[in-house]
């Protein structure tokens, strides 16, 4: 019996299958840059909303506050949301026939377009990798049934049939199986993973949101 290694397995497959091993082996590298690239987003997401948090209870300047934020260009998170309702809170105070109903609601409104605007860039990527996680198990069983089908269709003229002779067509083939849980098992672990940080953060933005309404409310008096 011939001792095929793994490269020389992938090297003798028929043409479609190392396509739709390559394919997966460009799926699996697209998925791990995605996962890296979202996790890195998202740590700088809790780095930021701590930090903000943190300066946003000690400092009870809501001017300096802003003045601070709304200067970098680099702020996410809860920074932008508190930046796009802060602004139009003093917008409106400054308007006048204003009552402190639309005030609020006004502020509010900016808040949450902010929001959602957060909450889009916090999803990016995750559909990607969940696409991938679900597809990529098929690719893998679709080069594997070609390569089966291949294998028994070239023994379709021989008399005898051994182990020997079906194995290796059977190997490569399931090659192509395994190279699609290569593909897919990262992804559906990453994104079940990310998705649960996204839904935390999620919480964390809509509390503060409700928190900083608020304080709003006793700033919503005209001063005389």
Same mark, same amino acid.
């Given at each position: /019996?011939?001792?095929?290694?793994?490269?020389?397995?992938?090297?003798?497959?028929?043409?479609?299958?190392?396509?739709?091993?390559l394919l997966l082996l460009l799926i699996s590298l697209y998925s791990w840059t995605l996962i890296?690239?979202?996790?890195?987003?998202?740590?700088?997401?809790?780095?930021?909303?701590?930090?903000?948090?943190?300066?946003?209870?000690?400092?009870?300047?809501?001017?300096?506050?802003?003045?601070?934020?709304?200067?970098?260009?680099?702020?996410?998170?809860?920074?932008?949301?508190?930046?796009?309702?802060?602004?139009?809170?003093?917008?409106?105070?400054?308007?006048?026939?204003?009552?402190?109903?639309?005030?609020?609601?006004?502020?509010?409104?900016?808040?949450?377009?902010?929001?959602?605007?957060?909450?889009?860039?916090?999803?990016?990527?995750?559909?990607?990798?969940?696409?991938?996680?679900?597809?990529?198990?098929y690719i893998g069983l679709f080069g594997t049934v070609w390569g089966i089908m291949n294998s028994?269709?070239?023994?379709?003229?021989?008399?005898?049939?051994?182990? +020997? /002779?079906?194995?290796?067509?059977?190997?490569?083939?399931?090659?192509?199986?395994?190279?699609?849980?290569?593909? +897919?098992?990262?992804?559906? /672990?990453?994104?079940?993973?990310?998705?649960?940080?996204?839904?935390?953060?999620?919480?964390?933005?809509?509390?503060?949101?409700?928190?900083?309404?608020?304080?709003?409310?006793?700033?919503?008096?005209?001063?005389?």
């Open positions: /019996m011939t001792d095929l290694s793994l490269l020389q397995l992938i090297t003798e497959a028929s043409l479609l299958v190392q396509l739709v091993m890296f690239q979202k996790g890195r987003s998202l740590k700088n997401a809790y780095v930021s909303a701590s930090q903000f948090e943190e300066r946003f209870w000690q400092d009870k300047d809501l001017n300096a506050l802003y003045k601070h934020f709304s200067s970098q260009e680099d702020t996410i998170g809860i920074a932008n949301i508190f930046s796009s309702g802060y602004k139009e809170f003093v917008k409106l105070r400054q308007q006048s026939n204003m009552t402190p109903k639309i005030i609020l609601e006004g502020s509010e409104r900016a808040m949450r377009v902010a929001l959602h605007r957060e909450l889009d860039a916090l999803d990016s990527q995750l559909a990607p990798l969940a696409t991938i996680g679900s597809v990529s198990p028994f269709h070239a023994l379709s003229g021989v008399q005898t049939v051994t182990l +020997a /002779m079906v194995a290796p067509g059977i190997s490569e083939a399931l090659i192509a199986t395994a190279m699609g849980l290569f593909a +897919a098992i990262p992804a559906v /672990m990453a994104y079940n993973y990310y998705v649960d940080n996204v839904d935390r953060l999620t919480t964390r933005y809509d509390t503060f949101l409700d928190e900083f309404v608020g304080i709003l409310q006793r700033y919503a008096l005209p001063t005389n």
